[in-house]
């Protein structure tokens, strides 16, 4: 959890709170907040690993631009962190490196 | 396939304008929005949950887009209204190839206005893709409509007015701000800016309201200075920031770092031209509007007839002239598709182009001092990452020069530069102004990386699932914050 509260609480009145997991593990986000905010409130920058030098990568444009927010959001991967809505359960992990699946 | 007489893409302030003054006139009119709710980013409105407790407190740009998204909420009857909706091709006999929950689909126009805005100019410098390196926009788009702080001890760099308003926002939330990098200088031009503001004193007094509040809350703004790198371990924790000439190349000797967790970009921004490049209007490249832009008519009509475009993303401007733009367009439409006859749309085109001509001598002056200068471009490093997505570093793109690439698409054969899933949004106008530079080349003969179908990515699963079905009915419009009762009891 982070040490200062980044959600701002005045003048805008929030909707209710819930759960989702983030690799496995519970964080809060709000109604009306996307998977971005909610992990940037929660302290976690980095959202995905770079396939070629598996650097981390986090939230930049903001607006659906970059794609550099991809994540894999309810097993489907490459879905963007800044665009999609944080709903009760749901499923959040980080992208890592794409590795073919040995058969 | 369905057709619309009138289709705008875009519902920020110059789509939103333009759909209102065509519908006005009888127009029939779609418009088709990205979002789950209108407003585009400058009047972007709350998602569902939040509820707008004092909309005074959120500054002039909520208010005044409540009033023009009422406005269009109250022409419903004749505006047909699709949110979530990606146009990711355009193609031959005026058809619009669509994205919409989950589904494509096809749309026809006769008249068609793009208004698809702008993003933050991308800069490459080493340590810019960490996690902690925000755009402005982005920044501002998570304190403003979500409400959260980009970090707890934050850096602006840049330049332009829009950095002192993201400064007063981030302020006026109780964020912690270490200082305010303006890359130009504004203190030696400050005398001719005074005499190009003359006569447009909404905008001075607005710039001198954000100007008090920075001052008021101690934050330093320190003028010719830029950020040279951002330095941490998987994320920010510290940027080095130096003085910088008139050429905004840095005096290294003035170089110092500063602890920092948040880094928050602004260098103007870059128009968002896929739409109207692959619907083969001819474009120039004007750098204080944008790169490359539209040629345009005095109705904001491109190269190609039927076609118009308007707002930052046809020349970056500003809501302000956006929503001039959108009128005149709108009457334009609708006098071409007869509902206006041209003496009636002439008399009320005119008031609005005077409006247009008066910003326009003002922002001259902020243009020339906020013009992205050379020595922004030569920031990068042989290891700094230009393509994000496929990760090609400088190293890589200089190779690829010296094997005598000419153009900057032939990067992209070369290098895989552009070739990522940004689509060359962010490694595409910075490669232009670094070959721009080094060649010492005009622009056009660099040429751009051509946009393609489809523009952003879609999935094939949602390329396969044609539904023309989904098309028939809009959605209604909410406008967030005061609801229409409370609104016109205030009145």
């Known amino acids: 959890m982070p040490k200062v509260e980044k959600r701002v609480f005045k003048d805008v009145e929030r909707g209710r709170s819930f759960e989702i997991q983030l690799d496995g593990e519970k964080i809060v986000a709000y109604e009306g907040e996307t998977i971005g905010a909610a992990l940037l409130a929660a302290g976690r920058r980095t959202l995905r690993y770079t396939n070629k030098f598996e650097h981390p990568r986090g939230l930049y444009c903001g607006i659906g631009l970059c794609q550099e927010c991809r994540m894999i959001i309810n097993g489907v991967p490459n879905t963007q962190a800044c665009q999609t809505l944080a709903t009760p359960g749901c499923q959040v992990e980080t992208q890592k490196k794409f590795r073919k699946q040995e058969s | ?491």
């Open chain 2, 1 to 491: 396939m369905k057709e619309s007489e009138f289709v705008v893409i875009g519902g920020g302030p110059g789509g939103v304008a333009a759909a209102i003054e065509a519908a006005k006139a009888g127009v029939n009119v779609a418009l088709l929005d990205e979002n789950e709710r209108l407003g585009g980013q400058v009047f972007r409105q709350f998602e569902k949950g939040f509820k707008v407790a004092d909309p005074d407190a959120l500054g002039m740009d909520f208010n005044e887009g409540q009033e023009l998204l009422l406005q269009f909420s109250s022409l419903q009857d004749q505006i047909r209204y699709l949110n979530n909706t990606l146009v990711w091709g355009i193609f031959k006999d005026h058809t619009l190839a669509l994205a919409r929950n989950g589904t494509s689909s096809n749309l026809s126009f006769k008249h068609l206005l793009v208004a698809t805005g702008a993003y933050d100019r991308p800069v490459p410098f080493p340590g810019w893709t960490l996690p902690g390196v925000f755009t402005a926009g982005g920044a501002q788009k998570l304190v403003k409509s979500e409400r959260v702080l980009p970090g707890e001890n934050i850096l602006l760099a840049g330049t332009g007015p829009l950095q002192v308003v993201l400064a007063d926002q981030i302020l006026k939330a109780g964020g912690k701000i270490e200082a305010i990098l303006e890359a130009g200088n504004f203190g030696k031009q400050w005398l001719q800016g005074l005499i190009g503001i003359w006569g447009n004193w909404d905008f001075l007094k607005e710039g001198l309201r954000y100007w008090h509040s920075i001052r008021k809350a101690g934050v330093p703004l320190l003028r010719s200075h830029i950020v040279l790198e951002a330095r941490g371990d998987g994320q920010v924790e510290e940027a080095v920031i130096a003085k910088v000439d008139k050429n905004w190349r840095p005096k290294l000797n003035t170089a110092r770092s500063v602890k920092v967790d948040t880094i928050c970009l602004g260098y103007g921004l870059v128009s968002s031209t896929e739409l109207t490049m692959l619907a083969e209007c001819e474009h120039k490249y004007d750098l204080r509007l944008g790169g490359y832009i539209p040629l345009r008519k005095a109705n904001m009509e491109t190269s190609v007839p039927g076609i118009y475009a308007v707002g930052d993303g046809a020349g970056v401007a500003g809501k302000k002239v956006a929503i001039i733009e959108g009128c005149i367009a709108g009457i334009s439409a609708a006098c071409s598709l007869g509902y206006l006859s041209s003496t009636i749309a002439r008399e009320r085109i005119k008031p609005y182009q005077k409006r247009l001509n008066k910003i326009n001598r003002f922002r001259k002056i902020l243009d020339d001092i906020s013009l992205p200068r050379k020595g922004l471009y030569e920031l990068a490093t042989d290891e700094t990452v230009i393509c994000r997505c496929e990760e090609v570093t400088l190293k890589q793109l200089k190779a690829a020069l010296a094997d005598d690439t000419i153009q900057i698409k032939d990067f992209k054969r070369m290098t895989r530069m552009g070739m990522g899933s940004c689509e060359g949004r962010m490694c595409g106008p910075s490669a232009i102004e670094m070959m721009r530079h080094r060649l010492n080349a005009p622009a056009e003969d660099i040429g751009c990386l051509r946009p393609r179908p489809s523009i952003k990515p879609v999935a094939l699963g949602v390329l396969a699932a044609n539904n023309t079905m989904s098309m028939v009915s809009g959605v209604s419009v909410q406008v967030s914050g005061r609801d229409r009762g409370q609104r016109t009891e205030n009145k």
